[in-house]
């Protein structure tokens, strides 16, 4: 269709399957698989872990999975006007996933900017995190990647590595708590506008500029990823680090908490409940075969998070073997991992500078495509909202633009001495734990239910001309319901208020705050329902009927289309 000023353009299709699969595969492989992953594996039980992530994986990750593409390329909907066509009355899905994914958008490209101004740094003669001679540095500084460092155990206690005081005390510039936000730290800042402008161009055509952009984001981290595997594997004490990792404890599997971690894992690796898959879907072809697709990308994705343990605790088991420590002393999660505990090892290596260059730009790239895709879901969403208004030749990029804006200012708070607090905030509460299992539980049972196993079945079938295992049915009805609500329970039987680096305990006003924003998508699942069901005409079981009710002008199945033969015959 021409691009003529007013005219409406077509929603488009990815260029090619491949464009599909990588997009999908960039989402999905992101950070949760190098620092998320590896730690939990140690932490609960090692190889043992596998058995609750598999129990977890078979009866939610995959069934989700497979349910959200097959629903966006049966609809060619986003992921809140998907709901309108098949479910109506469960639209407060659609508007929670986006909620969610939004919330993530505001905190999740502040750790680009932290992993960008590293990589700046890794060009340095000297790294910075591998020396006690820099203005930020305390007198209770050590060094640890010095080669004639001999330290006890109280010692270490006693001090503080280089690597955590260029994190706190350079990169973060760490206020005392969220009650002291202080002032903006304008290097992060630049760096927070370098990736916004980089996730801009990345995405500013839609999905015509996100399907090629991808073809360098989500495989050149493979490559990084491989580089600093070898390396970690030829490294001294590699062998105990590994061992460390994945040496199985099975009476860790008596703790239900290893169990929750397990599901949180799967949920936040996969990206579930948010629309991203429905979203990313809508652009396949009719006929495109998503139930192959999916046990393809499942593989990949929980493949990768087993590597990355290879790469990452063969690079701590080194560090602790150079350190002579115990390996529980130096292993980190999240950010502990990526910018004081690998950054310290790196720095003990020949060649630190090289490793790294690798290892932060592998950083970028695996975060840069899970948020430049989160950012398209977003905009996908809303233009097929307003088709009429938004997909006229231009707006797009209008529209891109100013949500970029409007997430920049939103997180100048996130950027300031007292932003780690905000943004530890926003990703315990808003985007995780108890707002996606409830989404995903309540997503399960208006597909099972109300719309139908048996006609989503059907629907899948007619698409990819192969029936899915009975198994996904029985998932999506009881399963995955019954998990979600089990684990949602578990949570918040052992919640805890949030802490910070083992010290600092938030204030009550803080913990509010978050169970607000939790509520703020939480809340709209049952109040869209409400609404709906007020504001509709007729009896109570007319609206009823009519908001379970899809779309009739839904693609008719095989099946649907060999009864209105059969009926128009007779």
């Known amino acids: 269709m021409c691009r003529v000023e007013g005219q409406i353009k077509e929603r488009g299709y990815w260029g090619s399957k491949a464009e599909f699969l990588l997009a999908v595969a960039g989402n999905v492989v992101g950070l949760g698989n190098v620092w998320r992953f590896p730690y939990l594996c140690y932490k609960n039980g090692g190889g043992a872990f596998l058995i609750p992530y598999l129990v977890f994986l078979g009866t939610s990750g995959i069934p989700l999975f497979l349910l959200e593409t097959a629903m966006g390329q049966y609809t060619r909907e986003g992921a809140i006007t998907c709901w309108h066509r098949l479910c109506p009355l469960a639209g ?14 505001l905190y999740y490209i502040i750790i680009l900017a932290w992993a960008l101004f590293y990589l700046i740094f890794s060009f340095s003669p000297q790294l910075p995190w591998a020396s006690c001679d820099n203005t930020w540095n305390t007198d209770n500084c050590v060094n640890l990647a010095a080669r004639n460092l001999t330290l006890n155990h109280t010692a270490r206690m006693n001090s503080t590595s280089a690597a955590t005081e260029f ?44 399907g090629k952009v991808v073809y360098f984001t989500a495989t ?17 004490g590699a062998l105990q680090g590994i061992v460390f ?13 290893v169990w929750m971690e397990a599901g949180s894992q799967i949920f936040f690796s996969y990206g579930l409940c948010g629309g991203t898959h429905i979203v990313l879907g809508s652009y396949n072809k009719y006929n495109n075969n998503c139930y192959k697709d999916c046990f393809w990308l499942c593989l990949l994705n929980s493949g990768t998070s087993l590597v990355a343990g290879f790469a990452v605790f063969s690079v701590l088991g080194f560090m602790a073997h150079e350190l002579g420590a115990p390996i529980e002393e130096v292993a980190e999660s999240g950010p502990g991992l990526a910018f004081i505990a690998y950054p310290q ?34 905009m996908t969403s809303v233009t097929d909202l307003f088709p009429n208004i938004l997909r006229k030749a231009g707006r797009h990029e209008i529209l891109l633009l100013l949500f970029c804006l409007i997430c920049f200012f939103s997180q100048l708070a996130m950027v300031t001495e007292g932003g780690m607090y905000v943004i530890q905030l926003f990703d315990y509460y808003a985007s995780n734990g108890a707002c996606r299992l409830f989404n995903s539980m309540f997503f399960s049972l208006s597909m099972g239910w109300i719309f139908g196993a048996e006609r989503m079945f059907n629907v899948i079938e007619d698409m990819t001309k192969s029936r899915p295992n009975c198994i996904f049915k029985l998932c999506w009805k009881y399963l995955t319901p019954l998990v979600s609500l089990v684990s949602l329970v578990c949570s918040l039987a052992q919640y805890k208020p949030l802490t910070f680096n083992r010290w600092y305990v938030y204030p009550s006003w803080a913990n ?4 607000l924003l939790a509520l703020s998508s939480i809340l709209l699942v049952p109040g869209w329902a409400l609404g709906r069901l007020l ?10 009927h009519h908001l379970c009710s899809p779309d009739t002008n839904l693609p008719l199945t095989y099946k649907q289309r060999a009864k209105v033969s059969n009926t128009e015959e007779n």
């Not at 990792?245 to 908490?257: G, K, M, T």
């Not at 970028?364 to 989160?374: Q, W």
């Open 92 to 105: 407060g899905i659609g508007y929670a996933g986006q909620l969610t994914v939004f919330y993530g958008c």
């Open 220 to 236: 050149f981290p493979y490559v990084m990823l491989l580089v600093l595997l070898i390396r970690g594997l030829t490294l001294p």
């Open 167 to 210: 994190w706190e005390r350079r990169v973060l510039v760490l206020s005392g708590g969220i009650e002291q936000m202080g002032n903006i730290n304008w290097r992060i800042l630049l760096c927070l506008i370098a990736m916004w402008i980089t996730c801009y161009f990345c995405i500013w055509k839609g999905v015509k500029s996100t």
């Open 345 to 378: 090892a790196v720095a003990m290596m020949p060649l630190p500078q090289l490793w790294a260059v690798c290892f932060f730009i592998m950083i970028i790239l695996l975060g840069l495509d899970t948020h430049f895709v989160a950012v398209e879901v977003i």
């Open 512 to 515: 509010v705050f978050g169970w």
């Open 245 to 257: 990792y994945l040496y199985p404890e099975p009476s860790r599997l008596a703790d239900p908490q």
């Open 535 to 544: 504001t509709e005409k007729g009896s109570l079981k007319e609206r009823w």
